[in-house]
Nanobody
Framework: EVQLVESGGGLVQAGGSLRLSCAVS????????IGWFRQAPGKEREGVSA????????DYADSVKGRFTISSDNAKNTVYLQMNSLKPDDTAVYYC????????????????????WGQGTQVTVSS
């Protein structure tokens, strides 16, 4: 059974840091790309960052470049999203998702390319 479980969310002040984890089971991170997405109240879900060990790629949304870092520990079946210099605009539910196709193209953030999704973890950044 495929599972993705996010953790590490919470409440943090602006300028602070959080590290999100996405623990996966039922497949190998050697084969699947992982994307982080977020959805703020009243807004559409948007891509934040993605990583593919298979094709050796990482990518970030412009809004988080230089502040967020994605990494993967394939032996632990876990992908991390280190979030620094957090802003109130980063407040959202953060989801990780897995795609077998490793479809990158001009952007890795096409949601229908992702086969499996986690339940999400809330990140709240206070001003």
């Amino acid at each position: 059974e495929v599972q993705l479980v996010e953790s590490g969310g919470g409440l943090v002040q602006a300028g602070g840091s959080l590290r999100l984890s996405c623990a996966v089971s039922g497949f190998s991170l050697d084969d699947y790309a992982i994307g982080w997405f977020r959805q703020a109240p009243g807004k559409e879900r948007e891509g934040v960052s993605a990583i593919s060990s298979r094709i050796g790629r990482t990518d970030y949304a412009d809004s988080v470049k230089g502040r967020f870092t994605i990494s993967s520990d394939n032996a632990k079946n876990t992908v991390y999203l280190q979030m620094n210099s957090l802003k109130p605009d980063d407040t959202a539910v953060y989801y990780c998702a897995a795609q077998r196709g490793n479809i990158w193209g001009s952007t890795p953030f096409v949601m229908y390319n992702y086969d499996y999704w986690g339940q999400g973890t809330q990140v709240t950044v206070s001003s």
